[in-house]
């Protein structure tokens, strides 16, 4: 039905900036809902960025001031600009879409925060 791929990812160090991007495909009427999470190692999935179809954005507290989810002029595109890196922002980052009532999901694309 939909397909959702991740890409942007990489290692990067504290303080620095990376900008992932979800490009969905396949049978898309609205997407109403876009999501990026992230999974740490040993740790529960958890929100970190929402975007709805009129345009309102919600943070996780932890990323707040750093990150910004925001739509592309491509109408079935997602990005997260991460600035402000830390290490604790380390964790697979997927993307997560609404459509017709179901939830899709990216593979994933890892980013690493290091010196």
């Known amino acids: 039905q939909v397909e959702l791929v991740e890409s942007g990812g990489g290692l990067v160090q504290p303080g620095g900036s990376l900008r992932l991007s979800c490009a969905a495909s396949?049978?898309?009427?609205?997407?109403?809902?876009m999501r990026w999470f992230r999974q740490a190692p040993g740790k529960q999935r958890e929100l970190v960025a929402t975007?709805?179809?009129?345009?309102?954005?919600n943070y996780a507290d932890s990323v707040k001031g750093r990150f910004t989810i925001s739509r592309g002029n491509a109408k079935n595109t997602v990005y997260l600009q991460m600035n402000s890196l830390k290490s604790e922002d380390t964790a697979v980052y997927y993307c997560?879409?609404?459509?017709?009532?179901?939830?899709?999901w990216g593979q994933g694309t890892q980013v690493t925060v290091s010196s």
């Open positions: 975007s709805v179809l009129g345009g309102g954005t």
């Open positions: 997560n879409a609404f459509e017709s009532g179901t939830a899709y």
């Open positions: 396949g049978t898309i009427f609205s997407l109403s809902s």
